[in-house]
C-alpha cells in the first residue's frame, strides 16, 4: 500500500500478503480511497462495494456483523502499529 506524493513518488505504508485486506477506510466511510494498492507479482483479489455489502447483510446479518468485527480488529491492529511508529518518531 503506497501513498502519493508530489514529484511521482510515494512513502510504502505497508506490504501485504495473502490473506489480508485493505480499502477499508473507504468501504467503511463511503469516502475516496486515501492510498494506492500495487501489486509487485500476479494477484488475486476478491473485491466487494459497500452496495454488494449492504444487499447481501439483508439476507444474511451474521455474516455481515463478521465482517465488520473483522474490519475492526484489522483497524485497531494497524492504529496500534501508528500510535507506536508516531511515539518512535517524536522520541527520536
Sequence with gaps: IVLPLENDRYHILAIFGRGNFFGEIAFLDRGKRSADAVADKDT?????????????????????????????????????????????????
Excluded: M, Q
Excluded at 488475486?44 to 444487499?55: P, Q
Excluded at 455474516?63 to 500510535?83: C, E, M, P, Q
Design 44 to 92: 488475486d483479489l476478491f473485491v466487494i462495494s459497500r452496495k454488494k455489502f449492504d444487499e447481501a447483510s439483508k439476507t444474511n446479518p451474521i455474516v455481515g456483523v463478521k465482517l465488520f468485527a473483522r474490519l475492526a480488529r484489522g483497524l485497531a491492529i494497524r492504529l496500534r502499529y501508528t500510535d507506536a511508529e508516531l511515539r518512535a518518531l517524536k522520541e527520536a
